[in-house]
């Protein structure tokens, strides 16, 4: 009589290599691509909705400091009615570097967790930590998100004030990324700052 051998490791890795006596290939085929398509739709939603300004300014953190601040600016509130949210300026875009963002936007959930600026004067101390980490964000990625809005070739000059007009001019040809020059344009400035803060 044969004994038959327990199924092992390898024994399972080649059951899944071949094809299936009980399914068709192509019911194989279109359960995949339905499931795909779920797991797509699904990750694709819960991403943009984090991209949205209701959920970024859900914590209290977010609400009370840099939101009540990005009110008073013009991406807030301008003659045009075009309003930047916090995904326009925070988060890139494009895929790669919108995954990336997203990787890197986790640690503010253990800042949440560990209540590192959970009150007014914890959030005035790291202000500066927090303000240099994204201009050196956004000085790494050449002001990717100002440009999706923003570029220096669309611009004119003419409805310009002429000190802008010669700085946007010079940015052009030095190759100036829009973050060099417009810090605190949605947000405040740390009150203690001075000009070697900013890219150090």
């Not at 943009?48 to 013009?74: G, L, P």
């Not at 309003?83 to 570097?97: K, L, M, N, S």
């Not at 997203?102 to 303000?131: H, N």
């Not at 060099?180 to 803060?197: F, R």
Request: glycine share 8%.
């Amino acid at each position: 009589m044969d004994q038959q051998k327990p199924e092992s490791s390898g024994g399972l890795f080649a059951r899944l290599r071949k094809p299936s006596t009980r399914y068709s290939l192509g019911g194989i085929l279109v359960v995949g691509i339905a499931v795909g398509v779920i797991f797509w739709g699904g990750f694709n939603t819960v991403l943009e909705w984090t991209n949205t300004e209701k959920f970024c300014i859900s914590c209290h953190e977010m609400n009370d400091n840099v939101y009540a601040e990005y009110k008073e600016t013009i991406h807030y509130n301008n003659r045009t009615g075009v309003r930047a949210v916090c995904a326009d300026c925070h988060v890139p875009r494009e895929w790669v570097p919108k995954m990336i963002r997203k990787v890197q936007a986790s640690r503010e959930l253990w800042g949440k967790a560990t209540g590192t600026i959970d009150t007014r004067e914890k959030f005035e101390e790291k202000r500066l930590t927090l303000a240099r980490r994204e201009w050196q964000r956004m000085l790494a990625n050449d002001s990717l998100e100002c440009r999706n809005c923003h570029s220096l070739v669309s611009m004119d000059g003419k409805k310009q004030a002429t000190r802008a007009a010669k700085q946007h001019e010079r940015a052009e040809k030095d190759g100036t990324t829009c973050i060099a020059c417009h810090q605190g344009i949605a947000h405040q400035k740390p009150e203690d700052m001075t000009d070697d803060d900013y890219f150090d």
